[in-house]
């Protein structure tokens, strides 16, 4: 799990892409009107405050073990509607069938023991609610992080570098095939899934790289690690091959997630 102990730091680095994301995932949700809803992994509260403004009359918790990002969200978003508490997906504090949908964004690669984080929001979802999930596609569609390795990894030949690249690039449940897998190991059911498309787009060739050396996560902190020779041939290439010889400039890169959902079956 990274470091997630400067909420400031992860809105530059990821918040701001997964607050373009959480409104396709919750749509593809598909959530009743008045829904009580649990999100695991608040992180910022960027998907907690989609569901409140986009379900009508819904009530929602988010869980985050991060107590820096318990207390930003409480501060950024105050709603009635809404709270935030400390909390653990591998043991979630509410009763079983306590919500009509559960909901996470952008934790299932983070998070140590997914299949237990999965039977969590089961257990806590009501017979016909739904469990809801996306992550980047890290494989294929991911050219923020993807460029960034691949860049490392021309520099810096080393066991180590392949391995925080890796670390960062290969997940357990890297697409479509394998969530759905996961979602009906579960015992879910009526399993679908959805691609989305974001645009992220960045100001200027800065704006791209200075999250990578906020250390907010291994990988935006890998850089502070390098000898400072060859964290400035890695952004110098990537610089070249981003904007090019031209002077800095707005540029946009194009992410993919993966979502799912499934069903608990009812009784
Ligand atoms: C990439 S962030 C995503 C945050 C937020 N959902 C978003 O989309 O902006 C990953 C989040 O997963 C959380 N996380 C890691 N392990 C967790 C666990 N065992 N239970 C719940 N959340 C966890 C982290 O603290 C972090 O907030």
């Known amino acids: 799990m990274g470091d997630f ?74 709603d009635d509607r809404l709270c935030f508490v400390t909390g653990d997906g591998l043991n979630i504090p509410f009763n079983d069938q306590s919500f009509d949908a559960t909901l996470s964004l952008l934790i299932l690669q983070e998070i140590s023991d997914a299949p237990l984080a999965l039977r969590e929001m089961r257990r806590v979802t009501r017979p016909g609610g739904s469990v809801v999930g996306s992550q980047w596609d890290f494989a294929k569609g991911m050219p923020m992080l993807s460029l960034f390795w691949d860049t490392v990894l021309e520099v810096e030949t080393s066991k180590a570098a392949h391995q925080a690249a890796a670390d960062c690039m290969v997940v357990a449940y890297p697409d479509e095939i394998a969530l759905r897998s996961l979602w009906q190991k579960t015992g879910l059911v009526e399993v679908e899934t959805e691609r989305h498309e974001v645009d992220m787009t960045f100001a200027s060739f800065e704006d791209y790289w200075a999250p990578f050396s906020s250390s907010v996560t291994p990988t935006s902190s890998y850089i502070g690690k390098l000898e400072t020779g060859q964290a400035a041939e890695i952004e110098s290439r990537l610089r070249k091959k981003i904007v090019g010889e031209a002077a800095d400039r707005s540029f946009g890169l194009k992410a993919h997630a993966w979502a799912v959902r499934g069903k608990v079956p009812s009784q």
């Open 5 to 78: 102990a400067n909420p400031a730091a992860y809105e530059l680095w990821m918040g701001r892409w997964s607050r373009l994301l959480a409104p396709f995932l919750v749509a593809f949700a598909d959530l009743p009107r008045g829904a009580r809803l649990l999100d695991v992994g608040s992180g910022t509260g960027v998907m907690s405050a989609a569901l409140l403004k986009d379900v009508p009359g819904s009530t929602v918790v988010g869980i985050e073990p991060a107590e820096a990002y318990v207390s930003y969200s409480r501060k950024k978003i105050s």
